[in-house]
């Protein structure tokens, strides 16, 4: 207790009381303990999830979620996903979903969207595994399916992101809007669905898992990685 007090930097009677359950750490009292103990947030992890009732109030928010994941596995069942999507494309879409608002609102709204992924490219830069069907890059104009291409291209070119077509004529039936598991540093994977008010995060037990099985299962009925690539390539 006395080496851990000089590690930590905290007094032995402090730790005692914390040992004992006498008293409890405040959130970061916890994070300075898990840089002593050198676990790697799953002691701060540990603690949100005995304060707090079901997921951590941080982990409703998908941009903390993105901020904080080391890997992302993305899949769609009729679009580029949000977080890859270029200028471009994410401009085609918030058309068609926004049809009466102005341009400027418009290229606002995609330019948010493309600087999501970015910004996490600076910061994080997680793995991202994207999986979503050919037919998403078909029937678009030629501008903006080059842009999308171009972009993904661009983005794989780096290795951290993964991209598996699933071809045209394979249904997609078990999936019926955008999902995301992000991968937590502590060792802690989370799910979230794209619905129609929001993204919102899946807490029933075994929801995460449910998600993750879908991912792979979509990953067998996607053309191989390399193969993936090079449609894209030969998309263009």
Same mark, same amino acid.
């Not at 200028?87 to 068609?96: D, G, I």
């Not at 994080?124 to 998403?136: E, G, I, S």
């Not at 992101?161 to 039936?173: A, H």
């Not at 919102?200 to 898992?209: F, I």
């Given at each position: 207790?006395?080496?851990?007090?000089?590690?930590? %930097?905290?007094?032995?009677?402090?730790?005692?009381?914390?040992?004992?359950?006498?008293?409890?750490?405040?959130?970061?009292?916890?994070?300075?303990?898990?840089?002593?103990?050198?676990?790697?947030?799953?002691?701060?992890?540990?603690?949100?999830?005995?304060?707090?009732?079901?997921?951590?109030?941080?982990?409703?928010?998908?941009?903390?979620?993105?901020?904080?994941?080391?890997?992302?596995?993305?899949?769609?069942?009729?679009?580029?996903?949000?977080?890859?999507?270029?200028?471009?494309?994410? %401009?085609?879409?918030?058309?068609?979903? %926004?049809?009466?608002?102005?341009?400027?609102?418009?290229?606002?709204?995609?330019?948010?969207?493309?600087?999501?992924?970015?910004?996490?490219?600076?910061?994080?830069?997680?793995?991202?595994?994207?999986?979503?069907?050919?037919?998403?890059?078909?029937?678009?104009?030629?501008?903006?399916?080059?842009?999308?291409?171009?972009?993904?291209?661009?983005?794989?070119?780096? @290795?951290?992101?993964?991209?598996?077509?699933?071809?045209?004529?394979?249904?997609?039936?078990?999936?019926?809007?955008?999902?995301?598991?992000?991968?937590?540093?502590?060792?802690?994977?989370?799910?979230?669905?794209? %619905?129609?008010?929001?993204?919102?995060?899946?807490?029933?037990? @075994?929801?995460?898992?449910?998600?993750?099985?879908?991912?792979?299962?979509?990953? @067998?009925?996607?053309?191989?990685?390399?193969?993936?690539?090079?449609?894209?390539?030969?998309?263009?």
């Amino acid at each position: 207790m006395r080496k851990f007090a000089t590690v930590s %930097h905290f007094a032995v009677s402090t730790l005692s009381r914390w040992e004992n359950g006498k008293t409890s750490p405040i959130r970061a009292d916890v994070v300075r303990l898990d840089k002593a103990l050198d676990v790697n947030g799953r002691l701060v992890a540990e603690w949100e999830a005995a304060n707090s009732e079901g997921f951590p109030s941080w982990m409703r928010s998908p941009g903390a979620r993105e901020e904080r994941a080391v890997a992302i596995d993305t899949i769609s069942v009729n679009l580029v996903p949000g977080l890859i999507q270029s200028p471009k494309y994410a %401009h085609a879409v918030f058309r068609a979903f %926004h049809p009466r608002s102005a341009s400027a609102e418009i290229e606002r709204l995609a330019q948010l969207r493309v600087a999501r992924y970015e910004s996490l490219t600076r910061r994080n830069d997680p793995l991202v595994t994207a999986v979503f069907p050919m037919n998403a890059l078909s029937h678009l104009p030629s501008e903006v399916k080059e842009d999308q291409i171009e972009y993904l291209l661009r983005h794989l070119e780096r @290795g951290r992101l993964i991209v598996y077509l699933i071809p045209k004529t394979t249904p997609i039936l078990a999936v019926s809007s955008s999902a995301q598991v992000y991968h937590l540093p502590e060792g802690r994977s989370v799910a979230a669905s794209d %619905h129609v008010r929001g993204n919102v995060l899946l807490e029933k037990p @075994g929801d995460t898992e449910a998600v993750e099985s879908l991912v792979r299962d979509l990953i @067998g009925l996607a053309s191989p990685r390399s193969e993936s690539v090079s449609l894209l390539e030969g998309t263009l």
